[in-house]
């Protein structure tokens, strides 16, 4: 059985910092190309950022360049968003996902195409 677990949400004024953690299980952690995606209330699920299998490539929406970035721990079967100066537009439910990959490049920014999902965690950014 794939799992994966978010966790690191919470509430923060703005202009901090928060750090989400995604734990794997049941699945060849190497061989999946790793996504964050986040859900405000009213919208649409959105890509945040993806990470390729071996970290080397990565992808962040413009509204997040230069203030979040994705990493991956592959030993650790791991995938984190650390997030700083964060701002109330960042307030969503944040989601974990993963898409088998075939290479160490590929990079996926569809959700239909990530067949395994996280359950998400809240992070709400206060004024």
């Known amino acids: 059985q794939v799992q994966l677990e978010e966790s690191g949400g919470g509430l923060v004024q703005a202009g901090g910092s928060l750090r989400l953690s995604c734990s794997a299980s049941g699945l060849s952690f190497s061989m999946f190309v790793l996504g964050w995606f986040r859900q405000a209330p009213g919208k649409e699920r959105e890509l945040v950022a993806v990470?390729?299998?071996?970290?080397?490539?990565?992808y962040y929406t413009d509204s997040v360049k230069g203030r979040f970035t994705i990493s991956r721990d592959n030993a650790k079967k791991k995938v984190y968003l650390q997030m700083n100066r964060l701002i109330p537009e960042d307030t969503a439910v944040y989601y974990c996902a993963a898409k088998i990959a075939f290479s160490d490049t590929y990079i996926s920014t569809t959700g239909n195409e990530y067949a395994h999902w996280g359950r998400g965690t809240q992070v709400t950014v206060s004024s």
């Open positions: 990470v390729s299998r071996t970290g080397n490539s990565t």
